[in-house]
């Protein structure tokens, strides 16, 4: 059995979790599309779907590794050489310097909205609420959609207390 969705003739596996259940899928119409973002009819952030060649079937849990190995350690090797190379060379970026966050404390908190699947964004909460959220985005410099998405995977209850004590162990785990 499958636990996938099919859009555009492309199916992207999902959680089997969601098998059978009627969710809302959000993606990029204007870029190649590898990654759906699936969330339940009320708006509320499920998990994404990844795209998958339906053909090959769910893999077996205990397959046995083959002889080869999955990467190439030299060009690996190579990449880090030349990316090393490519952080000495770039000299000083001045929007880099000035900007001291890379992820603004407005878009964490819309980003945060739209996974609970409140309307009108950072509006949709109560000033308690933003209290807490200002609080835990100050913790780290680090914060980001995809570790915000992390978090509201992780978190067993869809609530901003919960939400929040998932980010903050992942702050700490990142930390380490």
Known sequence: TYSDIQLNKKYFRVDKKFR?????VRYDIFSHVEII????LRGEYLGKGYLHNREEGEKAESQEKSGIPEHDY???????HKKAIDSQTKGIDYRE???????????FA????SLLGRKGGITGF?????????KTYNQSLSINKEMLLEAFELSDIKTLPYIIHELKLLIKKKGE
């Open 126 to 134: 109560t000033s308690e609420e933003l209290e807490k959220l200002k």
């Open 110 to 113: 819309n980003t945060f909205a």
């Open 37 to 40: 973002e699936v969330y339940s």
């Open 74 to 80: 030299l060009e690996l090797l190579v990449r880090q």
């Open 20 to 24: 059978g259940d009627r969710v809302e």
């Open 97 to 107: 310097v000035v900007n001291g966050r890379p992820w603004p404390f407005h878009s």
